[in-house]
């Protein structure tokens, strides 16, 4: 089996800064693992990393599509297993890095997601609930009632995959969750969770958020708006969503501001629902604020060179 590394955790520990650093150590190619980074104009307020911040590190999966554009989790799994395979052919470590549970887990657990077949008028019905917010609150209890599982782990936020898994239970007439069968991964895996004090990780995200309205998230929302109308599920992402309720005169900025901090830290807790610190799948390692924690790096670093170095199978 070949070795791949999954670097994973909660939003704005240090995922991105960290891989890169050991891909740097590793000669190693990263390929993103997180839902919003795949998406073309939302730059600033996924996180995504610049040119500057790449520092040479060639990246796989980022801007792939339009953000109206539909991109599944079986079409990452696929996409994610061609850039996996483009990069062991020229004898380098993928590195999968992000905090995305279902792209994550379809690669640790080899998931076999069936692909039902469109129905049209179905998928209008709850794509039109989506547009109203008593339509998205009916959304979420239909979800709830029909898989009580997915909607636990979903992102509330997420319309798109909110509609996907309403769809999926109705056609099937059983769970979301209760779909997909697990064959096991065709990759010999070590999976890396990064954690971080919780005070210590809501301030940093706090911070971010900050950075990205310094950096020009507004400007880059209201770019968006130009392209897709209010109701769009584009801004349905944490972020985008604030910030066009305050351009629409729904809200004061101050106010947009702190929901984009109370919907950060309440995703953190979501995320710890996929990557649990119980999961004994998931080696962790604990970072400090600073993004190029060297000392916890380099013991990373060598964690992953025993296991890439190692004959037998190591942890997956």
Known sequence: MEKIV????PTGVGKSA??????????????????????????????????????????????????????????????????????????????????????IWSLVEGWN?????????????????????????????????????????????NMRRIVRAIEACKQQSIPFSKQRSKSGSNYDILLIGLTMERSLLYQ???????????????????????????????????????????INNQSSLQEAVQRIKFETHRYIRQQYTWFKPSDERINWFTLHKDNRDQKTIVIIKEFIESFLNSRTKGVS
């Not at 547009?131 to 992102?155: C, F, M, S």
């Not at 950096?215 to 769009?232: A, F, I, R, S, W």
């Open 18 to 103: 960290t891989a890169i650093e050991l891909a740097k150590m590793l000669n190693g190619e990263l390929v993103n693992a997180d839902s919003r980074q795949v998406y073309q104009y939302m730059d600033i307020g996924t996180a995504k990393p610049t040119e500057e911040e790449m520092l040479g590190v060639p990246h796989h999966l980022l801007s792939l599509i339009k953000p109206h554009q539909v991109f599944s989790v079986a079409m990452y799994q696929q996409s994610a297993k061609k850039a996996i395979a483009d990069i062991l052919s020229r004898h380098n470590v993928p590195i999968i890095v992000g905090g995305s549970g279902q792209y």
């Open 204 to 246: 940093k995200v706090d911070e971010r958020v900050d950075n990205m309205l310094k950096n020009g998230l507004l400007q880059e929302t209201q770019y968006l708006l130009q392209m897709y109308p209010h109701k769009h599920s584009v801004f349905a992402t944490i972020g985008y969503k604030q910030l066009s309720a305050y």
């Open 6 to 9: 999954i670097i994973t955790g």
């Open 113 to 157: 997601i069936p692909e039902a077949s469109p129905d049209g008028k179905l998928r209008g019905l709850l794509e039109k609930l989506a547009k109203t917010t008593e339509g998205r609150a009916e959304l979420l209890k239909q979800l709830q009632e029909l898989d009580a599982v997915t909607y636990e782990r979903i992102d509330k936020s």
